[in-house]
């Protein structure tokens, strides 16, 4: 009973803040996106947890250099439950603070789309590790989209090549062993410097540089507010810290 006490008064904590703050910057992660049924990596079915050796295919080098770690990777992508996948409540009330005029920006490590499908403006978003729904020649830079390149997979294509100049195709997504697009960092790091509030959703905070924007944020004065079902490296600097099912929680959070 006294555990449910604490995590009302949390709640009610974290709605106060939300309500007394002009400027609201999000963070989300993996964890916003479970329900639609796209796994995390390193939440407890995360695809790391269960197949630490998936994180080779995912390497930018091993991509690159490796015909067979091409071909793994576009049987993943082909199969992945992301095509079909709907957003969800989390996803739903983040849009609604975007029109209660708060958000200055969104910021998603996730490369699924969903918060831009859910009703989130473009401009509001910035997807810091970029998107699966687009591919870049190696070679040439053209960028053509993922479907067409998924369409010829499930033809028989194992590498699909560039339509242009026949190099090889990646996703418009960060690679382990690629840096993130400067000017994308940029902006996020001003979102974080500028909000009153940071609210971190569903992500574990455990990779830069997208964690780091919890630093700066806190160091600029904010409060920052995190909403994830595992401990994360910044519980500690936060104001607020929500435990539970994101689809719970994050729209009584945002209830405003
Ligand atoms: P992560 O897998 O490291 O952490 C996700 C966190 O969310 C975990 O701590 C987990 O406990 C929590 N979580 C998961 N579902 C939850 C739920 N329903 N309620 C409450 N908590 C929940 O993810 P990350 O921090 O985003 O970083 C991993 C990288 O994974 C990013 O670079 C991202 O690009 C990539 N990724 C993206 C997607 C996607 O686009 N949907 C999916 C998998 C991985």
Not at 237 to 244: I, K, P
Request: hydrophobic content about 45%; proline content about 5%.
């Amino acid at each position: 009973m006294a555990g449910a006490d604490t995590e009302q008064a949390l709640l009610e904590r974290a709605r106060e803040l939300i309500a007394a703050a002009r400027s609201v910057t999000v963070l989300t992660g993996a964890g916003v996106s479970t329900d639609s049924g796209i796994p995390d990596f390193r939440g407890p079915q995360g695809v790391w947890t269960t197949n630490p050796a998936a994180e080779r295919i995912w390497t930018f080098e091993n991509y690159r250099d490796d015909e067979e770690v091409r071909r793994a990777a576009w049987q993943e992508r082909v199969a992945h439950p992301m095509w079909t996948a709907r957003p969800g409540a989390a996803h739903e009330a983040l849009v609604r603070l975007e029109r209660s005029g708060k958000l200055l920006a969104l910021l998603t490590q996730n490369i699924d789309e969903l918060h831009q499908t859910a009703g989130s403006s473009p401009d509001s978003v910035l997807e810091l590790h970029g998107t699966n729904h687009h591919t870049v020649c190696l070679t040439c830079g053209a960028v053509t989209p993922m479907a067409e390149a998924l369409d010829r997979v499930r033809a028989g294509e194992d590498d699909p090549r560039c339509p242009s100049c026949g190099g090889i195709l990646k996703a418009t997504t960060i690679m382990f062993g690629e840096m993130l697009d400067v000017e994308v960092l940029r902006r996020a790091r001003d979102a974080a410097l500028g909000c009153d509030v940071f609210l971190a959703v569903g992500t574990s905070l455990g990779v830069h540089p997208a964690a780091g924007l919890v630093d700066f944020a806190s160091m600029a004065g904010a409060d920052v507010i995190i909403v994830n079902a595992e401990p994360t490296p910044y519980d500690a600097v936060a104001s607020v810290v929500l435990r539970g099912g994101i689809s719970e929680v994050l729209p009584e959070v945002l209830r405003l």
